[in-house]
Protein backbone atom coordinates (compact mmCIF):
# COMPACT_ATOMS: atom_id res chain seq x y z
CA UNK A 1 0.00 0.00 0.00
CA UNK A 2 1.62 3.62 -1.19
CA UNK A 3 0.37 6.65 0.74
CA UNK A 4 0.30 9.88 -0.40
CA UNK A 5 1.44 12.86 1.30
CA UNK A 6 -0.90 15.35 1.75
CA UNK A 7 -1.24 18.05 -1.10
CA UNK A 8 0.05 20.61 0.98
CA UNK A 9 2.98 19.47 1.87
CA UNK A 10 3.64 18.52 -1.78
CA UNK A 11 2.50 21.94 -3.02
CA UNK A 12 5.30 23.26 -0.57
CA UNK A 13 8.33 20.56 -1.72
CA UNK A 14 7.60 21.91 -5.74
CA UNK A 15 6.73 25.23 -5.70
CA UNK A 16 10.39 26.80 -5.28
CA UNK A 17 11.23 24.82 -8.81
CA UNK A 18 7.65 25.67 -10.25
CA UNK A 19 8.17 29.14 -9.88
CA UNK A 20 11.85 29.46 -11.51
CA UNK A 21 9.76 28.69 -15.10
CA UNK A 22 9.55 32.07 -16.89
CA UNK A 23 6.07 32.83 -16.73
CA UNK A 24 4.71 31.30 -13.49
CA UNK A 25 3.35 33.65 -10.77
CA UNK A 26 2.16 31.67 -8.26
CA UNK A 27 1.25 28.03 -7.12
CA UNK A 28 -1.76 27.64 -4.85
CA UNK A 29 -4.03 24.64 -3.76
CA UNK A 30 -7.44 23.42 -5.58
CA UNK A 31 -10.23 21.68 -6.12
CA UNK A 32 -11.62 19.84 -8.51
CA UNK A 33 -14.54 17.45 -8.96
CA UNK A 34 -14.12 16.72 -4.98
CA UNK A 35 -10.54 15.71 -5.33
CA UNK A 36 -7.22 18.13 -4.68
CA UNK A 37 -4.95 19.81 -6.96
CA UNK A 38 -2.27 21.55 -7.41
CA UNK A 39 -3.01 25.43 -9.48
CA UNK A 40 0.33 27.11 -10.82
CA UNK A 41 -0.97 30.31 -11.63
CA UNK A 42 0.26 31.71 -15.02
CA UNK A 43 0.85 35.33 -16.57
CA UNK A 44 0.26 33.40 -19.70
CA UNK A 45 -0.45 29.96 -20.45
CA UNK A 46 1.76 29.81 -23.67
CA UNK A 47 1.93 25.89 -25.22
CA UNK A 48 5.54 26.26 -24.78
CA UNK A 49 5.15 26.59 -21.16
CA UNK A 50 2.77 24.03 -20.57
CA UNK A 51 4.92 21.94 -21.99
CA UNK A 52 7.03 23.18 -19.25
CA UNK A 53 4.95 22.20 -16.43
CA UNK A 54 4.26 18.71 -15.10
CA UNK A 55 0.67 17.64 -15.33
CA UNK A 56 0.72 15.74 -11.91
CA UNK A 57 3.12 15.87 -9.04
CA UNK A 58 3.08 12.78 -6.37
CA UNK A 59 -0.20 11.69 -7.64
CA UNK A 60 -1.98 15.25 -7.90
CA UNK A 61 -3.07 16.23 -11.04
CA UNK A 62 -1.87 20.18 -11.50
CA UNK A 63 -4.06 22.47 -13.22
CA UNK A 64 -2.74 25.96 -14.73
CA UNK A 65 -4.71 28.64 -14.62
CA UNK A 66 -4.09 32.05 -16.37
CA UNK A 67 -4.01 34.83 -14.36
CA UNK A 68 -1.76 37.86 -15.72
CA UNK A 69 0.26 40.06 -13.70
CA UNK A 70 -0.10 39.21 -10.20
CA UNK A 71 0.95 42.09 -7.92
CA UNK A 72 1.03 42.36 -4.01
CA UNK A 73 -1.55 44.45 -2.40
CA UNK A 74 0.07 47.67 -0.67
CA UNK A 75 -0.51 48.13 2.84
CA UNK A 76 -1.53 51.06 4.63
Given at each position: ??T?????????A???????????????????????????????????????????????????????????????
Amino acid sequence: MTTKRPVDEVLMAHTTELMKLSGVVGTAQGEERGKPVILVLVKRATPRLRERLPRSLEGYRVVVRETGTIKALDRP
